[in-house]
């Protein structure tokens, strides 16, 4: 079946570092990659996303970039602020499927 | 206006008591879903509904029971809680099966604790 997996957290930074966060798939087909951020006390929303091999999602300076050959879709910031602060999901949806496959999250501190 | 909202936030109950958890979409989507978030946040689907019918059903026993009055609302009931089900429930919607692009928007979320 289709499953994601990211590496464990949490991760803490100090302000202006620079973040990775891995995260590989499985899936039968070509799924459609996305990163959610779950702010404190908050749903989730979306961050970026990529429908295809080679596609670059970026939002709010994030980056990921979809390796179809690595099964890859890591999540990158240059340069993280406090604000930043939450847990990331990565997540795929096969085409035809209403269903999204979440990771187990990365729990991301920035201080100050 | 909140586009997806939860009713209660907050829920505490005793084991063997049943509870609702209510959720409605301003949004004009077709789709709308719960996922539980356990305490290490690991979410999981339960249940999608398509405009009213049930699309996705995962293992989840049968305690739980989803119902969608209308493609806007999408109602959980859980009976006899037990403790394992303590758990924040997220519901959420997205555009309908022909133009999903996977994009959800969730609920705040809804804290259930069975004590």
């Known amino acids: 079946g289709n499953s994601v997996t990211q590496m464990e957290g949490p991760v803490t930074l100090s302000e202006e570092a620079f973040l990775t966060i891995n995260c590989t798939y499985t899936?039968?087909?070509?799924?459609?990659l996305f990163w959610y951020v779950q702010y404190p006390g908050e749903g989730l929303q979306l961050l970026l996303k990529a429908t295809k091999a080679d596609d670059k999602g970026s939002n709010k300076g994030f980056e990921a970039t979809y390796r179809k050959e690595t099964t890859s879709f890591h999540l990158e910031k240059g340069s993280v602020q406090v604000s930043d602060s939450a847990v990331y999901f990565c997540?795929?949806?096969?085409?035809?499927?209403?269903?999204?496959?979440f990771g187990k999250g990365t729990k991301l501190t920035v201080n100050p | 206006d909140t586009a997806v909202s939860q009713t209660p936030k907050y829920l505490v109950t005793q084991m063997g008591n049943d509870k609702s958890i209510k959720c409605e979409q301003n949004?004009?989507?077709?789709?709308m879903y719960w996922y539980k978030q356990d305490s290490k946040k690991f979410l999981k689907i339960m249940f999608s509904?398509?405009?009213?019918?049930?699309?996705i059903n995962e293992t989840v026993p049968n305690r739980f029971s989803p119902k969608s009055p209308d493609k806007a609302h999408l109602n959980l009931h859980i009976n006899s809680l037990e403790l394992g089900d303590s758990a924040v429930y997220f519901c959420?919607?997205?555009?309908?099966?022909?133009?999903?692009?996977?994009?959800?928007?969730f609920g705040e979320g809804s804290r259930l604790t069975v004590l």
């Open positions: 899936a039968t087909g070509y799924p459609s």
């Open positions: 997540a795929l949806k096969e085409g035809g499927s209403e269903k999204l496959v």
């Open positions: 959420a919607s997205s555009r309908g099966q022909t133009s999903n692009t996977g994009e959800l928007f």
């Open positions: 949004l004009g989507h077709d789709t």
């Open positions: 509904y398509n405009n009213k019918e049930l699309i």
